[in-house]
């Protein structure tokens, strides 16, 4: 049987990190951590300071056409292979390759983004935070039927069971129980960038429940987050309830 192949696009700070743990309790499924992180690092014009690039550059692939023959295409034993990315890694590469795989958009507030992103990357702009990249991904992956769904972060830590059995529907995998729970820790398949960004995931034996909170941006950041709501909103429209 040939290998399912599904990227999760997602912007940062949101609970792809969470997700990526909960496909990697499926035994039919391998996770792999942003393997276009070093591509983007190698490519982007951003002025924005990352955690450990040196490491990451040294250490991964820097050529995304080869990240994507030789990863996202290469071979694996497992009926599923789930590639977690970052939306805005989507830099100077041929985005053909998105239409032949499955394809799920991960989704957050904007304003919340904002607010947890600066906490480690300052002045971030809209291309930092993806959300532009995905709703003209999701364009393209619907012109293309492969869009799998849309999944919002609140809706899914409001409901893990129900967002994520229908979203494995939508996939035409079997729903596991055992995604919603793992270890607390860190997984064989985490990003060499783990220790300055997972540490609520480390701690976590679960999806973390959602809280409301407040969130105040002022200056720049509120003009940011105020740019990137049209783009949310209009995703929002296509996530599963």
Same mark, same amino acid.
């Given at each position: 049987?040939?290998?399912?192949?599904?990227?999760?696009?997602?912007?940062?700070?949101?609970?792809?990190?969470?997700?990526?743990?909960?496909?990697?309790?499926?035994?039919?499924?391998?996770?792999?951590? %942003?393997?276009?992180?070093?591509?983007?690092?190698?490519?982007? +014009?951003?002025?924005?300071?990352?955690?450990?690039? +040196?490491?990451?550059?040294?250490?991964?692939?820097?050529?995304?056409?080869?990240?994507? &023959?030789?990863?996202?295409?290469?071979?694996?034993?497992?009926?599923?292979?789930?590639?977690?990315?970052?939306?805005?890694?989507?830099?100077?590469?041929?985005?053909?390759?998105?239409?032949?795989?499955?394809?799920?958009?991960?989704?957050?507030?904007?304003?919340?983004?904002?607010?947890?992103?600066?906490?480690?990357? %300052?002045?971030?702009?809209?291309?930092?935070?993806?959300?532009?990249?995905?709703?003209?991904?999701?364009?393209?992956?619907?012109?293309?039927?492969?869009?799998?769904?849309?999944?919002?972060?609140?809706?899914?830590?409001?409901?893990?069971?129900?967002?994520?059995?229908?979203?494995?529907?939508?996939?035409?995998?079997?729903?596991?129980?055992?995604?919603?729970?793992?270890?607390?820790?860190?997984?064989?398949?985490?990003?060499?960038?783990?220790? &300055?960004?997972?540490?609520?995931?480390?701690?976590?034996?679960?999806?973390?429940?959602?809280?409301?909170?407040?969130?105040?941006?002022?200056?720049?950041?509120?003009?940011?987050?105020? %740019?990137?709501?049209?783009?949310? &909103?209009?995703?929002?429209?296509?996530?599963?309830?």
């Amino acid at each position: 049987m040939p290998t399912k192949r599904i990227n999760v696009w997602s912007s940062p700070r949101n609970v792809s990190t969470a997700f990526m743990y909960a496909f990697a309790q499926r035994k039919d499924t391998t996770v792999v951590d %942003e393997p276009l992180y070093a591509h983007y690092l190698s490519k982007t +014009t951003s002025k924005a300071i990352h955690p450990v690039t +040196t490491e990451i550059l040294d250490q991964m692939e820097n050529d995304g056409q080869r990240v994507v &023959d030789n990863i996202i295409f290469g071979d694996y034993d497992t009926e599923i292979a789930l590639f977690k990315q970052m939306t805005h890694h989507l830099i100077a590469l041929d985005l053909d390759f998105t239409e032949r795989t499955e394809n799920i958009l991960l989704i957050r507030d904007p304003s919340r983004i904002i607010a947890s992103y600066t906490k480690i990357i %300052e002045n971030p702009t809209i291309a930092d935070i993806g959300i532009k990249m995905q709703y003209d991904l999701f364009q393209r992956l619907k012109k293309a039927n492969k869009l799998a769904a849309v999944i919002d972060a609140r809706k899914l830590l409001l409901n893990p069971p129900k967002v994520l059995a229908q979203l494995c529907q939508q996939l035409g995998i079997p729903f596991d129980e055992q995604m919603l729970q793992w270890e607390a820790g860190p997984i064989k398949a985490d990003g060499i960038w783990a220790k &300055d960004w997972y540490a609520n995931v480390h701690q976590s034996t679960g999806f973390i429940p959602y809280v409301p909170k407040e969130v105040t941006l002022s200056g720049d950041l509120a003009k940011l987050a105020e %740019e990137c709501q049209f783009y949310y &909103d209009y995703l929002l429209e296509y996530a599963i309830q």
